[in-house]
């Protein structure tokens, strides 16, 4: 064993030579600058310890640091105290590091930290893939820019591209909206302005407004199986599979789902349904439209029914369908509901908490006018055929009387969302 002291800094060349595997390509040579130097052979083959103002380049990488421990047949280096990795505009930190001379990748298995650019990245734990130009790091992940903020147990990152890949209770912020979203997994592409997440998702919108100068959160509410987030001018997200939405009073559920935030328009396909205030609507599609902050319109297209349970007996329901059903609000309240085109409406008659029958009714176009929220007026348009059932023979028989497209759902599902990990 053998030690030698170099007590001025030192700019040492060295040529590595490798084993038969690592012979299939060659590798650049390392430069190491140092204050001081100590070498000695151990069982593991020549060791150089580096201190004071290390440095250490290959190709376009350089590192500096307070100490590195070079084992020289593995070509690999133990770094510590501030060590700092550049690679063009990236920087990378941690006070403990690893770097595999022969495979270009930079470890640490404490809090490590890239800024590049207009991103910071920061984990406990991570590996940098030099050649890749990719991060692979763990635990308490966050990365964030100018307009997203992702927070994940686990991200891959490109730098080149910029895409991240998030996975593990997975939460993306955006910022210029206030939105969180949350899922397993969350692929963010930047330059494309997309994001897709995926598994038991969630999207959050908080917004706060003033009515009559009290401050008023609005909430959008969403779950399912997967969101796609096109944040380009249009400003659209799409949702798939056991969708469920709360926004206001207003519950809606369906099996895909389009918000359009600049058109202020949500869209439902595929067993679409909405509860508000008591009314339950279906229909093959389901499209609301707001103004502000406010509901201004719901409207169903093809095989609609409006539903709305009796006050008195559970087993009634006053139903109205059509073609097409438009429901309209005034100041985030019900105004009117039209049902066109061979339209039908069910109605029970109630007088002091008293039954008294029902009418029941084939019209062109069928109008409900609403006064503060509240059934006023309802009027027969175009061609109308109907009739008067008496209580006496609704007793046991309602089935029979019931509009052939009346559904109903007793409770309405619940939503049950995912924890917000970004704090702010």
Same mark, same amino acid.
């Given at each position: 064993?053998?030690?030698?002291?170099?007590?001025?800094?030192?700019?040492?060349?060295?040529?590595?030579?490798?084993?038969?595997?690592?012979?299939?390509?060659?590798?650049?040579?390392?430069?190491?600058?140092?204050?001081?130097?100590?070498?000695?052979?151990?069982?593991?083959?020549?060791?150089?310890?580096?201190?004071?103002?290390?440095?250490?380049?290959?190709?376009?990488?350089?590192?500096?640091?307070?100490?590195?421990?070079?084992?020289?047949?593995?070509?690999?280096?133990?770094?510590?105290?501030?060590?700092?990795?550049?690679?063009?505009?990236?920087?990378?930190?941690?006070?403990?590091?690893?770097?595999?001379?022969?495979?270009?990748?930079?470890?640490?298995?404490?809090?490590?930290?890239?800024?590049?650019?207009?991103?910071?990245?920061?984990?406990?734990?991570?590996?940098?893939?030099?050649?890749?130009?990719?991060?692979?790091?763990?635990?308490?992940?966050?990365?964030?820019? #100018?307009?997203?903020? +992702?927070?994940? %147990?686990?991200?891959?990152?490109?730098?080149?591209?910029?895409? &991240? =890949?998030? *996975? $593990? /209770?997975?939460?993306?912020?955006?910022?210029? #909206?206030?939105?969180? +979203?949350?899922? %397993?997994?969350?692929?963010?592409?930047?330059?494309?302005?997309? &994001? =897709?997440? *995926? $598994? /038991?998702?969630?999207?959050?919108?908080?917004?706060?407004?003033?009515?009559?100068?009290?401050?008023?959160?609005?909430?959008?509410?969403?779950?399912?199986?997967? =969101?796609?987030?096109?944040?380009?001018?249009?400003?659209?997200?799409?949702?798939?599979?056991?969708?469920?939405?709360?926004?206001?009073?207003?519950?809606?559920?369906?099996?895909?789902?389009?918000?359009?935030?600049?058109?202020?328009?949500?869209?439902?396909?595929?067993?679409?349904?909405?509860?508000?205030?008591?009314?339950?609507?279906?229909?093959?599609?389901?499209?609301?439209?707001?103004?502000?902050?406010?509901?201004?319109?719901?409207?169903?297209?093809?095989?609609?029914?409006?539903?709305?349970?009796?006050?008195?007996?559970?087993?009634?329901?006053?139903?109205?369908?059509?073609?097409?059903?438009?429901?309209?609000?005034?100041?985030?309240?019900?105004?009117?509901?039209?049902?066109?085109?061979?339209?039908?409406?069910?109605?029970?008659?109630?007088?002091?908490?008293?039954?008294?029958?029902?009418?029941?009714?084939?019209?062109?176009?069928?109008?409900?006018?609403?006064?503060?929220?509240?059934?006023?007026?309802?009027?027969?348009?175009?061609?109308?055929?109907?009739?008067?059932?008496?209580?006496?023979?609704?007793?046991?028989?309602?089935?029979?009387?019931?509009?052939?497209?009346?559904?109903?759902?007793?409770?309405?599902?619940?939503?049950?969302?995912?924890?917000?990990?970004?704090?702010?």
């Amino acid at each position: 064993m053998f030690k030698y002291f170099i007590k001025q800094s030192i700019l040492i060349y060295i040529s590595l030579f490798f084993g038969l595997a690592l012979n299939l390509f060659s590798q650049t040579k390392l430069q190491y600058q140092a204050d001081e130097l100590i070498g000695s052979e151990t069982a593991q083959g020549p060791i150089r310890e580096y201190k004071g103002n290390v440095i250490i380049i290959q190709d376009d990488i350089k590192i500096t640091c307070s100490y590195a421990r070079q084992i020289i047949n593995t070509n690999t280096a133990f770094l510590k105290g501030n060590v700092i990795v550049y690679q063009g505009n990236m920087i990378m930190k941690s006070e403990e590091m690893s770097y595999d001379g022969n495979l270009k990748i930079a470890r640490s298995i404490k809090k490590i930290e890239i800024l590049d650019e207009g991103t910071k990245l920061v984990a406990n734990r991570g590996s940098y893939f030099v050649n890749d130009k990719k991060s692979d790091f763990i635990g308490n992940v966050r990365i964030e820019n #100018d307009s997203t903020v +992702i927070v994940s %147990d686990q991200l891959l990152y490109f730098r080149e591209s910029d895409i &991240s =890949i998030a *996975k $593990g /209770n997975a939460n993306i912020k955006l910022k210029k #909206d206030n939105i969180y +979203i949350i899922g %397993d997994v969350i692929e963010n592409y930047p330059i494309e302005k997309y &994001s =897709i997440i *995926k $598994g /038991n998702t969630n999207l959050i919108q908080i917004d706060s407004i003033y009515e009559d100068n009290v401050l008023i959160l609005d909430t959008l509410k969403i779950v399912c199986d997967t =969101i796609k987030s096109f944040r380009n001018e249009n400003e659209t997200y799409i949702f798939e599979k056991n969708v469920k939405i709360i926004k206001d009073e207003i519950f809606a559920q369906a099996e895909f789902t389009k918000l359009e935030k600049k058109k202020n328009l949500i869209s439902f396909k595929e067993n679409p349904m909405i509860w508000y205030e008591g009314f339950q609507l279906y229909a093959d599609s389901i499209l609301i439209e707001s103004e502000g902050k406010k509901i201004k319109s719901i409207k169903a297209f093809n095989n609609s029914i409006s539903v709305n349970k009796d006050t008195l007996y559970s087993d009634r329901f006053n139903q109205i369908e059509g073609k097409y059903i438009t429901i309209d609000f005034i100041d985030g309240k019900m105004s009117k509901i039209l049902a066109q085109k061979d339209s039908k409406s069910l109605y029970f008659i109630n007088n002091e908490n008293q039954p008294e029958g029902a009418d029941r009714k084939n019209s062109d176009n069928i109008e409900i006018l609403f006064n503060n929220g509240e059934a006023e007026n309802i009027n027969w348009i175009g061609k109308t055929t109907g009739y008067y059932i008496p209580e006496d023979k609704l007793y046991n028989s309602i089935e029979k009387y019931n509009l052939e497209k009346l559904k109903w759902t007793e409770t309405i599902p619940e939503i049950n969302l995912r924890q917000i990990r970004i704090k702010n």
